[in-house]
């Protein structure tokens, strides 16, 4: 498999600046095996410890502050020369060893010269005081956007078409059909690096639906294992509440939809659990397209999305038949799979969270409001051929001099009709660069 990630990591590498990294990201996204995989293409050797797996390594780190007399105990841990500069040492899980995890200092202040490169899948939901503020660098892994699924599916024609496209013209419809086609896949298998991987090996959906059933079951299972007890069972009601929370018309997160009653007071902890784990993501509301984004949110009004469309569409129970009925799996639950898909695309590339933008009376709502440069865009999310932008125009209208470009994600061709930049939906992951061109031709 081609993951961008280990484009960021060789840049890690190169830089004067470097300190310590801690690769976050959400479990079974594939940060041990990118960190594997970046050590083996860049490195002499590589020294993988792994907190959960050898829990007394502990000690070498609870006895000591001292980077040689740490680096001496792993040496014969790894039963082979851990050297600055040639090794690189991965410390896997490591928010299960806060020692550790706080030793990142000593070894970012008095041994620079040794390249460590961590893995955390909880560090959200677990850091506490001995946290080395100032002393890491940080690196965000997601599930395999969409460019990357075709690579690792075999279609790196495709893949490499998209990376290909400079300007603003149409798309062949014969490569169009194609990588529509092709996303309705990505609906299906998501980018869970192993469903992905039985997909291009097997393609044999009922494979890649047990190994999605299995992830599922498996962060509940963190929920009991690593949240505080009292919050495990709202954890649960948060989360499974996520597929008809998204199917409603208005996909403001209710916490009374999640259990009858509840209160924000009282599962705002689980909430934020779930987000810090990397499982959910939180998109506010916005007044205004100010900058930054963040001084104009509605701290009252949010939605939920989850980490992966697959998941999300396994979590829903929607059939794999829906593959075979036309636009049906963009449409289904009022387009939520295809707004899930667009802020999955979209949360790799942007500096800033994305928030939304809505009216009450009358009923007017843009899905994302995203910040390119020092621009604040606008940015609609269509399921199917059927464009009409009402939100989109009375956005315009309330912001006219806020709104250099419209952004619209659909089924239709790659175009720009007016100040309205229309993104078919397989090109989600070259939002950014299509901006960059469709600004400065206007």
Not at 113 to 131: M, N, P, R
Not at 163 to 176: A, G, V, Y
Not at 193 to 216: G, H, Y
Not at 368 to 397: C, H, M, W
Request: aromatic share 10%; proline share 5%.
């Amino acid at each position: 498999m081609q993951r961008t990630i280990i484009k960021d990591l060789t840049d890690w590498q190169a830089s004067p600046h470097r300190k310590p990294l801690l690769l976050k990201g959400a479990r079974q996204v594939g940060k041990t095996w990118a960190l594997k995989e970046f050590g083996r293409l860049n490195y002499d050797n590589t020294a993988y410890f792994s907190f959960d797996e050898q829990i007394e390594l502990g000690q070498f780190f609870e006895t000591t502050k001292n980077v040689e007399r740490i680096i001496q105990n792993l040496t014969v841990v790894n039963q082979r020369p851990i050297s600055p500069g040639k090794t690189l040492i991965i410390f896997d899980e490591i928010q299960e060893c806060n020692p550790a995890l706080n030793a990142l200092k000593y070894f970012c202040e008095n041994a620079p010269e040794y390249h460590v490169a961590c893995a955390g899948s909880l560090l959200g939901t677990k850091l506490d005081g001995s946290f080395p503020v100032g002393k890491v660098d940080f690196l965000d892994m997601w599930p395999m956007t969409f460019s990357e699924h075709l690579s690792a599916s075999g279609d790196e024609n495709l893949a490499e078409y998209i990376s290909s496209i400079d300007r603003i013209e149409q798309i062949p419809d014969m490569f169009l059909n194609s990588l529509l086609e092709k996303l309705k896949i990505y609906f299906l298998t998501g980018g869970m690096p192993e469903a992905v991987a039985i997909w291009a090996m097997e393609q044999d959906i009922s494979q890649v639906q047990k190994i999605q059933k299995n992830i599922l079951e498996a962060y509940e299972r963190d929920f009991s294992k690593h949240a505080a007890k009292k919050n495990r069972l709202k954890l649960l009601h948060i989360w499974n509440s996520i597929p008809s929370q998204l199917s409603r018309e208005n996909k403001k997160f209710l916490y009374g939809a999640a259990k009858s009653g509840a209160r924000a007071r009282e599962y705002e902890d689980a909430l934020e659990w779930l987000i810090g784990a990397g499982l959910l993501y939180k998109v506010f509301r916005t007044g205004k397209p100010g900058l930054p984004l963040s001084a104009y949110d509605d701290l009252s009004a949010f939605k939920l999305y989850t980490l992966d469309v697959g998941l999300l569409r396994e979590q829903s129970g929607l059939a794999p038949s829906a593959f075979s009925e036309g636009d049906r799996l963009f449409l289904e639950f009022r387009g939520a799979l295809t707004e899930n898909y667009a802020l999955q695309s979209l949360k790799p590339i942007l500096n800033a969270k994305p928030r939304y933008w809505s009216e009450t009376h009358p009923k007017f709502e843009v899905d994302f409001i995203i910040q390119y440069e020092n621009f604040v865009l606008p940015v609609e999310v269509k399921s199917g051929t059927q464009t009409a932008s009402v939100s989109l125009n009375r956005y315009r209208d309330c912001f006219p001099e806020e709104t250099p470009l419209r952004v619209r994600f659909s089924t239709k061709n790659l175009r720009l009709d007016g100040n309205v930049l229309n993104i078919p939906l397989p090109l989600a992951d070259k939002t950014l660069s299509l901006i960059d061109i469709a600004l400065k031709s206007l």
